[in-house]
């Protein structure tokens, strides 16, 4: 007989990792779904903004969400040159397809070894007052290793939607995936548009990377795990929806924490990709796609 309590941590751990999980996902949702860039190297940066996390930690002691914070602004502009490069070499030539794709994935490749040469295999893990604190609702214990990266995330995604939904560049970004003549026409450079929202989508990853290492101890080839996580949780959101992101972050969040209670860990990601394959047949443009 399954136990009450047990769904329960089960159900709010999951919801709780949902967020998290939409952070993740958050820049490949933008790159993938609004820039029709498949940027196969945006779990490396998310391992980068964990590395950077852990450097200040260690060195200074620096809150690992403070770390993210004020680093964002150098991983935008690292962003902004990776699109620039890639625009260059391939987008401007209309050789964005597979040659597109192998360029990411060098980078991926490039970012992963330097970080295995600099920090080897080892596990890296924060220190921070809360990380291995807890909270007690009822018959709920609430981890705030899970609950704090929850609450960031979803302050993360609020605010990238209210970004594209109020601000100028915010609509230029939506008007570039649907008409780059016509917003050239209007007075806005496309390239430009494209850098800033690619430049954002990095920042948003190493946020995430931040919040990766408070959740638990991290190695390089860990990226790994999230590239078929994130393209998930995008495509079942629906392309380039910062709702439906945070919607089927949660669903998979809740669907992976409820498997990984009941049937062990091997299984929940089979469970979560069995959810997109079902959705996919039955609403091919996601949850929240057009």
Not at 19 to 27: I, K, M, Q, R, T
Not at 188 to 212: E, M
Not at 283 to 290: A, C, N
Request: with cysteine; proline share 3%.
């Amino acid at each position: 007989m399954v136990s009450l309590d047990l769904l329960l941590n089960a159900l709010v751990a999951g919801i709780l990792l949902g967020g998290f999980y939409a952070a993740v996902s958050l820049g490949i949702s933008m790159a993938f779904g609004l820039l029709d860039i498949v940027n196969i190297a945006h779990p490396v940066f998310v391992m980068l903004g964990s590395y950077v996390a852990y450097l200040m930690n260690a060195r200074f002691g620096l809150d690992p969400i403070l770390t993210g914070v004020l680093f964002t602004p150098l991983f935008y502009l690292l962003g902004v040159a990776v699109y620039r490069i890639y625009y260059a070499s391939f987008e401007k030539t209309g050789q964005e397809s597979l040659r597109g794709l192998v360029f990411f994935f060098g980078v991926l490749f490039i970012v992963e070894v330097a970080l295995l040469l600099q920090f080897g295999v080892d596990y890296r893990m924060v220190e921070a007052g809360y990380i291995g604190e807890s909270i007690r609702i009822g018959p709920v214990g609430v981890a705030l290793r899970l609950a704090v990266p929850c609450a960031v995330g979803l302050l993360l995604t609020l605010t990238l939607y209210a970004f594209l939904a109020k601000s100028f560049y915010g609509r230029a970004i939506k008007a570039v995936a649907q008409d780059a003549f016509a917003l050239r026409l209007m007075g806005a450079d496309p390239v430009r548009i494209k850098a800033i929202a690619f430049g954002l989508a990095i920042a948003t990853a190493s946020l995430a990377g931040a919040l990766l290492i408070m959740i638990g101890p991290v190695e390089p080839a860990m990226n790994r795990e999230y590239i078929g996580r994130v393209f998930a949780v995008a495509v079942l959101g629906g392309m380039g929806s910062i709702g439906g992101t945070l919607a089927a972050a949660v669903i998979l969040g809740v669907a992976e924490s409820i498997t990984s209670t009941f049937y062990g860990p091997s299984w929940a990601l089979a469970v979560s990709f069995g959810i997109l394959l079902l959705t996919l047949a039955v609403r091919p443009s996601g949850l929240f796609g057009r």
